[in-house]
Each structure stands twice: as structure tokens, then as C-alpha cells.
């Protein structure tokens, strides 16, 4: 193997040198048998990566779904809205590729809801 060599990383799919035994973007062990060592530019596809690629959106489709329930569901609002700040974090830290989509919803969920909050207690303290 020369010093130029690369692989692709086994879990997040990051190109890094092949002598790595760690990933330095995701920290994952680097196991032989899932990726390709190469010159060129190539790419390993595995069912665990596709698997994680598609499973992210699914997270945020949940999350932004509870995000609108919180405000038609007014009996659920905290429930909905915690769901939806957790999700959101979820995402941020397991999906880092995708952390800002995280950030997005988990942030939105907590502006809104501070919104709606001091529109409810604003309203009932003058009527």
C-alpha cells in the first residue's frame, strides 16, 4: 500500500487514508471487509449505509409531523413539541452528515413554541 492510498469510511462514507484503523469524521472502526482501498475515486456501497442515508429522513418526516400536530392537537402541545425537540437532537447527533436538518426542527419546535407560550399567557392575563 502506498502513502496515497485512500478508503472510504465503513460507517459514515468519508474518504480517509486506507491505514486509518479509525474514521476522524465519525470515530468508527475501520473493518477491512466493508470498504475498498483505491487510488481512484470509488464508492462502497453497503446495506447499512443505505439503510442510514434513507432512515434520517424518516426521523425528520416524524419529527416535523409532530411539530404541526402541536399546534392543530392542542391537548398534546408539550408531548408533541418535546417529541419533536428530541427527534430533532436525535438527528443532529446520529445523523451528522444531515445535523443541520436536526438543528432545524429542534430549534423551530423551541421558537414556536415560546411564540405560541407568550401569545396563550398574554392572552388570558388581559381577558
Not at 465519525?26 to 442510514?52: F, L, M, P, R, W
Not at 443532529?92 to 405560541?116: D, F
Request: glycine share 8%; net charge positive; aromatic share 12%.
Amino acid at each position: 500500500m502506498s502513502g496515497n492510498d485512500t478508503k472510504f469510511c465503513s460507517s459514515c462514507g468519508k474518504k480517509i487514508p486506507a491505514n486509518l484503523e479509525f474514521c476522524p469524521s465519525c470515530g468508527a472502526h475501520q473493518n477491512n471487509n466493508d470498504t475498498i482501498t483505491n487510488n481512484e475515486n470509488s464508492y462502497v456501497s453497503t446495506q447499512d449505509s443505505s439503510n442510514k442515508k434513507s432512515s434520517w429522513i424518516v426521523w425528520l418526516v416524524v419529527g416535523w409531523i409532530c411539530f404541526a400536530a402541536q399546534f392543530v392537537l392542542t391537548n398534546y402541545i408539550t408531548i408533541l413539541g418535546s417529541l419533536a425537540v428530541v427527534i430533532g437532537i436525535t438527528v443532529q447527533v446520529k445523523y451528522r452528515e444531515h445535523k443541520y436538518a436536526g438543528m432545524a426542527l429542534w430549534i423551530a419546535t423551541l421558537v414556536m413554541s415560546a411564540i405560541s407560550a407568550v401569545i396563550y399567557y398574554n392572552g388570558s392575563a388581559i381577558g
